[in-house]
Structures are given as C-alpha cells and as structure tokens.
C-alpha cells in the first residue's frame, strides 16, 4: 500500500512536468506561428503601417480648422491665421523627441523665421498645470496651446506625437510628419520655406 502511494505520487508529478511542457511548446508556437502577410519586419512594418492609418491629413489637404485656448488665455482660430504659413505642432511634456524639437523651435525657426511665420505648438491630452510647469522649468516664451481633451489633434491624428504640418498661408499642408530628428527638422524647414 506505501509503495503504491509513491508510485502515484511521482505520476502526478510527471503528469504536471508534461502538462506544463506541452503548455510551453503551446505559448511558443503561438509567439513563433509565421502570420499572414509577416515577409516585412515587424518592427518596421508595423511602424509604417501605425503611422500611415494614424495620419489622417497629408500633405495636399486642407488643414482642418480649430480654435484652441493657450497657456496665456487667448483663444486662437487657425482659420484666421492666414495670410502667412503657419507651423503646427503636436506634442506632450513626457516625449523626449517633442521636448527636442520644442527646444529647437526657438532657435531653429522663430529666431530664423520671425513673424513671417506663426508657430503654433500644441499640448496633446496633458493638463494645464503640467504643461504650465514645464514650459516654465525650460524657460520658453513662445505662445503655446491646450489640447487636454485631444479634439483638435483627433482632427488629425489619432496616436503618436510629435506631429509637425507646415501649412501655406491659404491653409493647404504643405508637409505632414511625424517623430523629431535631424533630417525631419530640414524637412520641415524646406516646406516652410515653400510656404513662404
């Protein structure tokens, strides 16, 4: 009779061991099953994909028309900018490529662009008192608009920040991009050079 309760007990345990290894190779074949339409890399196909279906205006459009509170009180209505090209801009205190590009706004374009131009950067889904402390923690004076509930980025996109659109003085998107480094900053520095 003990012997019979070993017995069982290490076949229970070889049961589980087996259950518990047939579960495995189960979870690893569904991470590893090749997936229809896979041949492109993952990361990049799926970047490309996220932000081709997330943009919802491209260059060619109409600039959907908005009005937006800024930090200062002001409400301003992109339709009644224009007249000179205007360079708008999505992003948030938390994204380290919107805090870079926000850093080079001052330098890059108000300084070299002056009033020819209107910037128009755009908090996306954060509260007044956090994008108030950040843009006073960097010191930075140009206007700077609220989007906390993201009505007016919906218009043109539904995720990912930063969102630059370059737009002419008729209120056609001259360029729509997404992401911040080098080469979009001379993107978008040519596009507002077309715009004027």
């Known amino acids: 009779m003990e012997r019979n309760k070993k017995y069982k007990k290490r076949g229970s345990t070889a049961m589980l061991v087996g259950a518990l290894i047939v579960l495995i190779g189960l979870v690893v074949a569904i991470i590893l099953w090749p997936v229809e339409g896979s041949a492109k890399s993952p990361a990049t196909a799926t970047t490309q994909d996220d932000l081709v279906t997330t943009t919802l205006i491209h260059a060619g459009d109409k600039a959907p028309d908005f009005s937006v509170e800024m930090l200062d009180g002001r409400t301003v209505t992109l339709s009644q900018l224009q007249g000179k090209p205007v360079l708008l801009i999505f992003w948030a205190t938390w994204c380290p490529p919107c805090r870079e590009e926000l850093s080079h706004l001052q330098e890059g374009v ?87």
Do not use: H, W
């Open 110 to 196: 108000i300084d070299v662009y002056g009033d020819t131009i209107t910037v128009l950067p755009i908090s996306r889904g954060e509260k007044r008192d956090v994008v108030e402390g950040y843009i006073s923690r960097m010191g930075y004076t140009f206007a700077v608009g609220l989007d906390s509930d993201q009505s007016i980025y919906r218009k043109y996109a539904t995720n990912y920040v930063p969102r630059c659109f370059v737009i002419d003085s008729e209120g056609k998107v001259l360029y729509a991009g997404v992401g911040y480094d080098e080469e979009i900053a001379k993107e978008v520095d040519a596009a507002i050079k077309e715009a004027l």
